[in-house]
């Protein structure tokens, strides 16, 4: 049986992020293989999951993020021989949090073979609106994902990563955008441009631990978080500008729509996920 | 042509989102007037019953006017008829007095038609009905309802009795409101599609959604500009669409409160958004406060502005728009507080003394109004 590939990105939390593998482990050991990207942490701040240690000036200096982190994960994955093992690949920072006990990815990929036309799933999260607009123990199809936890189909993934000359810059998310604002809505755009869909679901949940940025910001040698927010917009918004000419989210917005309502027209049987 | 009509055909041709501002001063009013026949657009003025209400309830808080009078001086001034008289969050207990009266259901209800059968007898073309305040319990969506019909019906019978044009706006934006999911607007525009319907009245033309607005100090505070999520808020990249897409189908126009202080980025997003309406109010108050404050300082009368700032300061009007965590010192609330005061005796007299010593000071004043509404109607797509 094949699996999911678990990509966990660090930089200098290795506690938790240990903890986190050990959760993925001992609620989903097999259905999932997980790997730990360290994106420039101390060699005594390593994770005792650790996979790849990337250590070169300006990862150490500035750090790798979600895209660049899960890019270098996937490439690697992909420049060995696992890549052929798993049929899906679970994308998550390492202040990612799960309900105990919840069999997140197996869940997960049952969706997967349930919902033949989704190519990309993110768990719901307790505290979002999306909430309510999916019902209990559903799944929906958005336009607009925001999330740091996205479970891949590896056929979608596959249609969009880039094999010539792949680095972690361009392999499959656009590292260019360091931060990543904005880029949640390109990837959508690519799934729904790609016949596929992008779907949230509430059959299992995921948080995001907001306290380990707001407190934990200088050990893991970042930002604070309210400088970390305003560049995250202002690079998003520089990063939208050069390579799409958008001035702003909602433009971002009405281009991932735009694939949303045109993948209904080609896959009507669909609709019946449609917000 | 009917009001309705005129606005669908407005808003055709210029592919914008309709304006409502908030009465906040005589020179708000003035400069929405001007500006409303410079370009030849309708601008809702949107008066809530703390702003302007009729003689039973002591007026309101602007120019001390009663709805009768306030409506004869805006009568007096359009001559194009631009300005639509609108009637912001009518209904019980939305007045200072049914509250402290601690008035019951009933009387509450009563007072409320009180004051819109003023409205229809001033003349006010538009009609918000919203019964989401009651200070004994908290309504469901169906008691909620309930009210609406009974003071919609009023409000209908007796407009009609006058042979009077007036359209209908529902909702609200509290949190709290029957609107906020989809399957709740759909519940409520359902629900009034079968009341008109059953009893041969117009469909309201507008409703009130909640759309990531919300104001807080001098500050939009909402999810609209917000780049990261607000706890169990829909992002508005989604509420937005889905809740126009409801209101298109069931031919209501979608209208957002609390709009204040949006970026012009983001104000020049709402006609594309295919937002149709837009309610501002304090941010117009706020900016005759500043350039009154400012025309007092460069003008050296410092004694003046002390005044000012304490007045306004001690009304305490600020308390309801601060933030939890505010930084914000005693001058930023008596900006915040500022419009509040102006039609207070302190205040008449401190400004006829600034009068005396700074020519033109309502002229500068009213200019200063109007740029900050030319702001939303020039991202509104209304000039």
């Known amino acids: 049986m094949k699996k999911t590939a678990t990509i966990i990105l660090n930089r200098n939390l290795p506690k938790e992020t240990s903890l986190l593998v050990d959760q993925l482990i001992k609620d989903n050991n097999n259905y999932t293989d997980v790997y730990v990207v360290e994106g420039g942490s101390d060699k005594n701040n390593l994770s005792k999951y650790c996979s790849w240690h990337v250590n070169s000036k300006e990862v150490v200096e500035h750090g790798m993020r979600y895209l660049r982190g899960m890019n270098y994960g996937l ?14 690949f679970f994308l998550i920072t390492n202040d990612t949090k799960f309900p105990n006990k919840q069999n997140t990815i197996k869940i997960l990929r049952e969706l997967l073979e349930e919902y033949p036309r989704v190519g990309l799933i993110s768990p719901c999260s307790k505290n979002w609106g999306e909430r309510d607009l999916i019902g209990d123990n559903s799944i929906k199809y958005f336009w607009f994902i925001h999330n740091n936890a996205y479970f891949f189909r590896k056929e979608l993934v596959e249609q969009l990563i880039n094999t010539d000359n792949p680095t972690y810059m361009n392999f499959f998310f656009d590292g ?100 | 042509m009917r009001l309705q009509q005129r606005l669908e055909n407005f808003r055709q041709d210029k592919n914008c989102t309709l304006l409502g501002v908030g009465p906040m001063s005589k020179n708000c009013v003035d400069a929405s007037i001007e500006l409303a026949e410079q370009y030849k657009t309708p601008i809702m003025l949107i008066a809530s019953r703390r702003q302007i209400d009729s003689e039973q309830f002591g007026g309101g808080y602007v120019e001390n006017w009663t709805t009768e009078q306030f409506a004869d001086y805006v009568n007096g001034k359009d001559i194009n008829k631009n300005i639509i008289l609108a009637r912001d969050h009518g209904g019980p207990w939305q007045n200072e007095l049914e509250k402290s009266q601690n008035m019951n259901l009933k009387d509450a209800m009563q007072s409320a038609k009180d004051s819109y059968r003023a409205d229809i007898d001033a003349g ?23 009210r609406v019909y009974e003071l919609y019906d009023f409000c209908w019978t007796y407009a009609k009795q006058k042979n009077q044009d007036i359209i209908f706006e529902i909702g609200t934006e509290e949190q709290s409101g029957s609107n906020n999911s989809k399957e709740e607007l759909e519940f409520t525009l359902e629900s009034m599609k079968n009341f008109c319907n059953t009893n041969k009245m117009p469909f309201p033309s507008f409703i009130v959604i909640q759309a990531g607005t919300r104001v807080m100090e001098t500050e939009n505070v909402g999810s609209f500009e917000s780049p990261v999520r607000i706890k169990d808020e829909l992002p508005p990249e989604i509420q937005i669409p889905q809740m126009i897409d409801i209101c298109n189908k069931y031919g209501i126009f979608m209208k957002e409160h609390n709009t204040d202080y949006l970026s012009t980025e983001s104000l020049k997003w709402q006609p594309r958004l295919g937002i149709h309406a837009a309610n501002i109010a304090p941010e117009f108050g706020v900016a005759e406060t500043r350039a009154f404050i400012s025309v007092l300082k460069n003008n050296g009368c410092i004694d003046l502005l002390d005044e000012f700032i304490t007045l306004s300061y001690k009304s305490k009007k600020w308390e309801k728009w601060m933030l939890k965590d505010t930084m914000s010192d005693d001058v930023d609330r008596a900006i915040i507080a500022g419009h509040y005061v102006f039609s207070s005796d302190e205040f008449i007299e401190l400004k006829s003394k600034a009068d005396n010593k700074i020519k033109g000071i309502d002229l500068y004043l009213k200019n200063k109004v109007k740029e900050s509404i030319f702001r939303y109607m020039n991202a509104f797509n209304l000039t």
């Open chain 1, 75 to 88: 490439l690697k994955l992909w420049e060995s021989e696992d890549w052929k093992k798993y049929d899906s």
């Open chain 1, 176 to 275: 260019n955008n360091f931060r990543g604002y904005l880029s949640e809505s390109e990837i959508i755009a690519k799934t729904y441009a790609n016949d596929w869909s992008a779907a949230i679901t509430t059959r299992v949940f995921s948080e995001e631990e907001e306290s380990y940025l707001m407190d934990k910001n200088q050990l893991i040698k970042t930002e604070s978080y309210e400088e970390n927010l305003k560049l995250y917009v202002e690079e998003g918004l520089k990063w939208v500008k050069i390579k799409y000419g958008f001035n702003n989210r909602w433009q971002m917005m009405q281009y991932s729509k735009l694939f949303y309502e045109k993948f209904f027209e080609y896959y009507p049987k669909e609709k019946i996920n449609k917000i």
């Open chain 2, 124 to 146: 006010f073309h538009m009609l918000h009905i919203d019964p989401s305040v009651d200070i004994h319990s908290k309504p469901d969506a169906a008691q909620t309802l309930e």
